[in-house]
């Protein structure tokens, strides 16, 4: 017992504090991350290609490729979410969210036993 | 071969051979300094280097050099080294010798020129890498592996089908781009895709990865999917199905690992998500795509193996890798949980790290083509491995609830780990200065790629929105576990697509079964109870009555016997069913047949 008790001195997430402090912090940078984005850095990347039609690009020497639902026109109305505020946080959260809710559902109908393909 | 250098593959093949022959310290360094070689070897090829023979008619090219084989080629050499590093304490002679083996099937199938040497080491790589699974030597690993080589062994045939009946058509052996037309570049196609783990296909990765040798996975992540992934860019660059194919693949499999208890199986199916990045990247085939899924090959190795070292080392230290029954070992292993965290911050693209380099790449090109669906969705895939992948694998294994401490609510607990070997701790070490290596210093990286493209990953606004992305899909994880909502780790499995065989051949063989050994008993009753004693009754029974009733005529004009009739139909049917007629009988009958013969013969 007093070996256990020595050892939890070492250990720094023995102490439910230090968790605590942990998941402060990391609400704190997610604030921070989110106010970023009043910062105009964002541009989309979204048909760059059909952009910069006229300066020949370096990576693409065939050329060949052509997007069968602009035919191979920019289209300037096309979707440009990536610069919207907040974009890449929402994105993000909603992603896990999602593929957690989806799993748990998922779970339901796929669980079985360990020793199901042995019977 | 040139003159100046051997082929690629010969040293890592022959030296394996080798192995069994070698004890102690002298076996240690040949196995470490076989892959040096290996790799010392490679500076002797050129770019442009060919080497070709005729044999039974075919011009066969075994080696031919170029930027994206030499890749390839380097970091398979690296992975090796590594792989052999990570098993230097086995005594194991035979892993350690099919896994050197295994490794230069890897690159022979890289520098193949032909399909013909393709073939060769396609069937070499699944025979080798077999018993990296066997090695385990148990039930589950044993059934494991035969399932793992019916995989390989239907891709080779299906390779030798496709590649034959191409020859045929076109006499044409070399592997160079194929246009997705005809049974043949379909049947070379699903061949790879089997290989590359296309979804349906994907079962063996998720099987046998889990079911092999803590060093045996290592190995097994390194080469085979790898190899099928460069050969699908050396001949279906640019198919456009292939984007939609590695979409899924992106999608689906981050759905199993959130539910998964195993955590070598959980890394398995976020090996299948990156491997859908690189096919995705050939799939656009744009030089900067390729460069893309080139480079993500190269960080992927080595962060993938990286991972399951660090899941190797607790299961050779603990015996178990269910993250039910883990967690809390940092505390006896700190080096390993350290290695760990470089690995999941490799694979989920945090920035300085080296999946962010190369990922990134894919994730641009598809942006610059305007595939924007598949950008989203490689962009959720990207979102949602970080929680499962990147934070759940360490959090379950080094952290999460105590198992190292007597706890009597948990069933599990007191695990007496503690630090893995020093083999093991210096392959990882090795393996994370790379991981960090190429995050921070990816002009290397970038030079060595196949095609010259300008591309800088660290620009401000990549950097600030990946860290967006992850930190809020972190956020996500973490809310979801404080409130409870995130799926428990439980011991249990979860039905995919191995199901139709695993469970539906086995229906089909009862129903062959019931349906085939039915008709058999059927047949038995029938033919051999009821139709035979039927014809051998009636082979006796009548001709003695048609005699009985030609001779009623005779019996009753001719009463010289005393007999009555029925005595007389008695007596006949005991000698016809013994065979014996009285000497005169047969004398008569033979005389008929004759004076019918001669009668046929007089008329004709």
């Known amino acids: 017992m007093n070996r256990l008790r020595r050892d939890k001195k070492f250990h720094i997430w023995d102490k439910p504090e230090n968790v605590q402090k942990l998941i402060?912090?990391?609400?704190?940078?997610?604030?921070?991350?989110?106010?970023?984005?009043?910062?105009?850095?964002?541009h989309s990347s979204f048909g760059e290609k059909y952009k910069d039609k006229n300066h020949n690009h370096q990576y693409d020497p065939g050329e060949e490729f052509v997007d069968s639902n602009t035919n191979g026109q920019y289209d300037p109305s096309r979707f440009d979410g990536e610069t919207w505020f907040?974009?890449?946080?929402?994105?993000?959260?909603?992603?896990?969210?999602?593929?957690?809710?989806?799993?748990t559902v998922m779970r339901k109908f796929l669980k079985r036993e360990e020793d199901y393909y042995d019977r | 071969m040139t003159g100046d250098c051997l082929h690629p593959c010969l040293i890592l093949l022959i030296g394996g051979i080798f192995i069994p022959f070698l004890k102690?310290?002298?076996?240690?360094?040949?196995?470490?300094?076989?892959?040096?070689?290996?790799?010392?070897?490679?500076?002797?090829?050129?770019?442009?280097?060919?080497?070709?023979?005729?044999?039974?008619?075919l011009e066969l090219t075994p080696c031919r050099v170029d930027k994206m084989a030499l890749l390839f080629a380097y970091v398979f050499h690296i992975a090796v080294f590594l792989c052999l590093l990570f098993s230097l304490h086995l005594k194991d002679d035979v892993q350690l010798s099919t896994g050197m083996?295994?490794?230069?099937?890897?690159?022979?199938?890289?520098?193949?020129?032909?399909?013909?040497?393709?073939?060769?080491?396609?069937?070499?790589?699944?025979?080798?890498?077999?018993?990296?699974?066997?090695?385990?030597r148990s039930k589950e690993s044993f059934g494991s592996g035969q399932r793992y080589l019916l995989f390989h062994i239907l891709s080779g045939l299906m390779m030798l089908g496709g590649f034959a009946i191409r020859y045929h058509e076109t006499g044409s052996l070399a592997v160079e781009i194929i246009e997705l037309k005809g049974l043949s570049a379909w049947l070379i196609f699903l061949a790879i895709g089997i290989k590359a783990s296309f979804p349906g296909f994907h079962t063996w990765v998720v099987d046998s990865y889990p079911a092999a040798s803590?060093?045996?996975t290592v190995f097994m992540c390194c080469f085979t999917t790898k190899t099928a992934i460069y050969t699908l860019a050396r001949t279906f660059a640019g198919e456009e199905l292939l984007i939609w194919i590695g979409a899924t693949m992106t999608f689906f499999p981050i759905f199993y690992a959130v539910i998964e208890n195993d955590l070598r199986r959980v890394l398995s199916y976020s090996m299948i998500n990156?491997?859908?990045?690189?096919?995705?990247?050939?799939?656009?085939?744009?030089?900067?795509?390729?460069?893309?899924?080139?480079?993500?090959?190269?960080?992927?190795?080595?962060?993938?193996?990286l991972l399951f070292m660090s899941m190797g080392a607790v299961l050779y230290r603990t015996g178990r890798t269910l993250g039910s029954d883990l967690g809390g070992l940092y505390k006896t292993m700190p080096w390993t949980a350290a290695f760990c965290l470089i690995g999941a911050a490799s694979i989920s693209a945090i920035p300085l790290f080296s999946g962010f380099v190369s990922k990134s790449i894919i994730m641009s090109s598809a942006a610059y083509e305007g595939h924007y669906l598949v950008w989203f969705v490689m962009l959720f895939s990207a979102a949602a491995?970080?929680?499962?992948?990147?934070?759940?694998?360490?959090?379950?294994?080094?952290?999460?609830?105590?198992?190292?401490?007597?706890?009597?609510?948990?069933?599990?607990s007191g695990i007496k780990g503690k630090e893995a070997p020093l083999n093991m701790l210096c392959a990882m070490a090795i393996a994370s200065i790379f991981c960090i290596g190429i995050g921070c210093l990816y002009p290397f990286l970038y030079n060595l790629l196949p095609n010259d493209v300008d591309y800088k990953p660290y620009t401000v606004a990549h950097v600030i929105t990946q860290i967006q992305l992850l930190a809020f899909s972190a956020l996500a994880f973490a809310m979801l576990q404080i409130l409870k909502l995130y799926p428990e780790e439980i011991r249990s499995i979860n039905l995919d697509a191995d199901w139709f065989y695993r469970k539906g051949f086995r229906l089909a063989y009862r129903l062959f079964d019931w349906l085939l050994?039915?008709?058999?008993?059927?047949?038995?009753?029938?033919?051999?109870?009821?139709?035979?004693?039927?014809?051998?009754?009636?082979?006796?029974?009548?001709?003695?009555q048609v005699i009985a009733w030609l001779q009623t005529a005779n019996w009753s004009v001719v009463s010289g016997t005393n007999l009555k009739l029925r005595d007389q139909r008695k007596k006949l049917k005991k000698e016809a069913t013994s065979g014996v007629f009285p000497v005169g009988f047969g004398a008569l009958a033979a005389v008929v047949v004759f004076g019918l013969l001669f009668f046929a013969r007089l008329f004709q």
């Not at chain 2, 491995?385 to 599990?412: C, E, Q, S, W, Y």
């Not at chain 2, 058999?520 to 001709?543: C, D, E, F, T």
Request: aromatic share 16%.
């Open chain 2, 101 to 136: 083996m295994y490794a230069g099937s890897a690159v022979g199938a890289v520098f193949a020129g032909d399909f013909v040497t393709l073939f060769f080491f396609w069937e070499l790589l699944a025979v080798t890498s077999v018993f990296q699974v066997w090695a385990r």
């Open chain 2, 385 to 412: 491995v970080f929680p499962k992948a990147g934070i759940n694998v360490p959090f379950f294994a080094f952290f999460h609830h105590d198992t190292t401490a007597p706890n009597l609510r948990l069933p599990m």
């Open chain 2, 274 to 305: 990156q491997l859908g990045y690189m096919v995705v990247g050939i799939g656009i085939g744009t030089a900067m795509s390729i460069n893309g899924a080139c480079a993500h090959i190269f960080a992927h190795i080595l962060y993938k193996s």
């Open chain 1, 86 to 103: 907040g974009f890449y946080s929402v994105y993000g959260f909603m992603s896990c969210a999602v593929l957690v809710a989806v799993a």
């Open chain 2, 517 to 544: 050994n039915g008709v058999n008993k059927l047949a038995k009753k029938l033919v051999v109870g009821r139709l035979v004693p039927a014809m051998a009754y009636s082979l006796h029974a009548l001709p003695s």
């Open chain 2, 214 to 216: 803590p060093s045996g």
């Open chain 2, 24 to 57: 102690g310290r002298y076996k240690q360094l040949f196995v470490l300094l076989a892959p040096i070689f290996g790799l010392a070897n490679l500076w002797g090829l050129n770019v442009g280097d060919t080497f070709t023979f005729s044999m039974l008619g």
């Open chain 1, 24 to 42: 402060k912090g990391f609400f704190i940078l997610c604030g921070v991350l989110l106010l970023l984005d009043f910062i105009p850095f964002q």
